[in-house]
C-alpha cells in the first residue's frame, strides 16, 4: 500500500521548538525525568489493564489444552456412531477454545498498541499542562505586581481603593485558576503512574519530547486495512464460514436445523454489515478530524510567529527604555500563550494522525 508521511513537514521546526522552550534555562537531571519511550515500556509491562489481559491469555491457554484433552478422550473413547455426537461436540468446543485463544492474543497485541498511544495522549496532556500553568504562574506574579504598584498609587493619591480592590480580585481569580491547573494536573500524573507501575502520589518529570513521522495510507487505503485487521471483522468471517459449512451438513438430513443455520447466517452478515458501517464511520471522522487539527495547527503556528516577532520588538523597546517591566513582561505572558497554545495544536495533530494509524491495525480510537 503506498503511503504518506503525515507530519513530517513541521518535525524539525517543531523539535527545535519544543527542546528551546522546555530547556530554556533550566538544567534537567536526565535520571529523574520520564521520557516518552520509557513511559510507553514501563506501560506495556506494568498497565493494570495489559496485566488483566496477559492473565487472560493464560486462562484460555487452560482452556485450550483442556479442550484438547477431552476431543482426544472422546476420541478414544469412540466406539460405535451412537458416540459420533460426543466426539463432534468435544471437537467443535476444541476449536472454539482455539479460536478463543487466538483471539485474546490478537486482543493483547492491539492493547499494546492502543496503550502506546494512550500514553502518548496522556503525556502530551501533562506537558500541555506545565506549559499552561508556567504561564499562568507568570500571570499571578505580574498581578502580584500590579496590586502592589495599585497600592503605592493609592498611598500618592493617584488612584482608589476601588481600583485597588479590582487588582487584587483578578490576582485571587488568577490564583484560583492556577490553583485548578495544579489540580488537574496531579490528577494527570496519577493517571500516568498508575500505568507505569509506580505510587500514585511520586513526583512525575517528563522530558521534552520530538516526533516521528508517521505513515498512513488515503481514506480508502486505510479503510481497506481496517477491514483486514479488524478482530471483530474477522470473528464475523469465522463464524460465517463455520454456519454455512455446518448448513451444508444439515440440508438433507435435518431441515429444521437448516432453516435456523439460515436465519443465523443472515443475522450474523447484518451484524457484520453494522460493524464495517462503524469502521467506515470512525475513518471518515477520523481524516475529518485529521484535516481540522491540521488547519488549526497552521493558524496557531502563524499567531505563534507573529507574537515571537511582536515580544522581540518589546524586548527591544524595552532595553532602550521605552517601555516598562510589567509590559515586557505582559508581552512575555502573551507570546508564551500562543506558544503553548501552538504546541498542543502539534500534539492534537499528531494523535489524530495516530488514531489513522491505528485504524489501519483494526484498532478504532475515539476522541
Do not use: C
Not at 107 to 118: F, M
Not at 323 to 331: E, F
Request: aromatic share 8%.
Amino acid at each position: 500500500m503506498k503511503k504518506k508521511t503525515a507530519f513530517l513537514a513541521l518535525f524539525v521546526f517543531v523539535a527545535m521548538l519544543l527542546l528551546s522552550y522546555s530547556l530554556g534555562a533550566v538544567t534537567i537531571d536526565e535520571t529523574s525525568v520520564l521520557t516518552l519511550s520509557k513511559a510507553k515500556e514501563l506501560a506495556l509491562l506494568y498497565s493494570p489493564e495489559v496485566k488483566k489481559q496477559e492473565v487472560a491469555v493464560n486462562l484460555a491457554d487452560i482452556s485450550r489444552r483442556d479442550a484438547e484433552i477431552a476431543y482426544e478422550q472422546a476420541k478414544a473413547a469412540y466406539i460405535n456412531n451412537s458416540m459420533k455426537t460426543s466426539v463432534e461436540n468435544a471437537r467443535k468446543a476444541y476449536d472454539s477454545a482455539k479460536y478463543a485463544l487466538d483471539d485474546s492474543k490478537v486482543t493483547l497485541e492491539n492493547l499494546k498498541l492502543k496503550t502506546e498511544y494512550d500514553v502518548e495522549k496522556l503525556y502530551l496532556d501533562i506537558l500541555n499542562m506545565d506549559n499552561s500553568i508556567e504561564t499562568m504562574k507568570k500571570n499571578y506574579e505580574m498581578q502580584g505586581q500590579l496590586v502592589e504598584i495599585e497600592k503605592l498609587k493609592v498611598q500618592l493619591g493617584l488612584s482608589t481603593n476601588y481600583s485597588l480592590n479590582e487588582k487584587i480580585q483578578q490576582a485571587k481569580d488568577i490564583k484560583r485558576q492556577l490553583d485548578t491547573l495544579y489540580n488537574s494536573r496531579e490528577k494527570l500524573a496519577w493517571q500516568m503512574n498508575r500505568m507505569i507501575g509506580r505510587e500514585p502520589g511520586a513526583l512525575l518529570e517528563l522530558a521534552p519530547v520530538t516526533f516521528s513521522p508517521v505513515e498512513i495510507g488515503t481514506q480508502n487505503e486505510a479503510n481497506d486495512a481496517a477491514m483486514q485487521t479488524s478482530l471483530t471483522i474477522k470473528q464475523y468471517n469465522r463464524t460465517l464460514e463455520d454456519k454455512s459449512t455446518e448448513l451444508e451438513d444439515k440440508k438433507t438430513t435435518q431441515s429444521d436445523k437448516a432453516e435456523k443455520l439460515e436465519f443465523e447466517i443472515k443475522s450474523t452478515k447484518l451484524q457484520k454489515s453494522d460493524a464495517e458501517y462503524n469502521i467506515n464511520v470512525a475513518l471518515e471522522n477520523a481524516y475529518e478530524q485529521m484535516a481540522l487539527k491540521q488547519s488549526q495547527l497552521a493558524d496557531y503556528r502563524t499567531a505563534y510567529e507573529v507574537e515571537k516577532e511582536n515580544y522581540q520588538h518589546q524586548k527591544l523597546k524595552y532595553e532602550l527604555g521605552l517601555i516598562g517591566k510589567v509590559t515586557l513582561d505582559s508581552s512575555e505572558i502573551s507570546f508564551d500563550q500562543k506558544r503553548t497554545n501552538f504546541e498542543k495544536a502539534v500534539y492534537d495533530y499528531y494523535l489524530s494522525v495516530r488514531q489513522i494509524d491505528l485504524a489501519e491495525k483494526g484498532i478504532i480510537v475515539s476522541g
